[in-house]
Nanobody
Framework: QVQLAESGGGLVQAGGSLRLSCAAS????????MGWYRQAPGKQRDLVAR???????SYADSVKGRFTISRDNAKNTVYLQMNSLKPEDTAVYYC?????????????WGQGTQVTVSS
């Protein structure tokens, strides 16, 4: 089993910053990619940022230059530093990893953390 524990969400004014964290635990042998998605009310879940095991990153156009994804492989943790936040960044943010475990492998999701940006 794999568990993902997210933290760092909250309420912030426009222009402010938040840092999300997601720690993976369980029967993990290796983690390939780690990433963050977000879902606003009434909308689909969209990719925000992704980081591969080698450190290559990719971002949604809407967050480029404002968000930074990073990972600590020793801690099986991925971070999302969010700066210059806008009201349209308001959403539930979900952590996801692609990992191999002792019994299988696949894509795993966290339960989500709410980010609300007030204008």
């Amino acid at each position: 089993q794999v568990q993902l524990a997210e933290s760092g969400g909250g309420l912030v004014q426009a222009g402010g910053s938040l840092r999300l964290s997601c720690a993976a635990s369980g029967s993990i042998l290796s983690i390939n990619s780690m990433g963050w998605y977000r879902q606003a009310p009434g909308k689909q879940r969209d990719l925000v940022a992704r980081i591969a095991s080698g450190g290559i990153t990719s971002y949604a156009d809407s967050v480029k230059g404002r968000f930074t994804i990073s990972r600590d492989n020793a801690k099986n943790t991925v971070y999302l530093q969010m700066n210059s936040l806008k009201p349209e960044d308001t959403a539930v943010y979900y952590c996801t990893i692609v990992a191999a475990t002792r019994t299988a492998g696949g894509t795993y999701w966290g339960q989500g953390t709410q980010v609300t940006v007030s204008s």
